[in-house]
């Protein structure tokens, strides 16, 4: 069982930067691949980023080039770094843990979300 607090949203104005951190219980965090999701209201789940064990990352179209992931295996942590935020980007975010070792299909464990509001 893997247990995922995320934090650090919060409101913010547009262009401005935030960080994320989803920090995991247990020992063995390294073993997971990691995603970030969103959800804004009246939209469904969306994917926004993931690395895997070996550190390879994948982002969505609208984030790539302003949010990167980056994961510290030693603090059990995975982070989602935001630069230049939008009001599209208003969103709860959650952070998952997958098992897969290559093809990520499916997250087993999922977090309570932090909320980010941007606004102009």
């Known amino acids: 069982q893997v247990q995922l607090v995320e934090s650090g949203g919060g409101l913010v104005q547009a262009g401005v930067s935030l960080r994320l951190s989803c920090e995991a219980s247990?020992?063995?965090?390294?073993?997971?691949?990691m995603g970030w999701f969103r959800q804004a209201p009246g939209k469904e789940r969306e994917f926004v980023a993931s690395i895997r064990t070996g550190g390879s990352t994948d982002y969505a179209d609208s984030v790539k080039g302003r949010f990167t992931i980056s994961r510290d295996n030693a603090k059990n942590t995975v982070y989602l770094q935001m630069n230049s935020l939008k009001p599209d980007d208003t969103a709860v975010y959650y952070c998952a843990a997958s098992r897969a070792v290559g093809l990520i299909t499916a997250y087993d464990y999922w977090g309570q979300g932090t909320q980010v509001t941007v606004f102009t």
């Open positions: 247990g020992r063995t965090f390294v073993r997971y691949a």
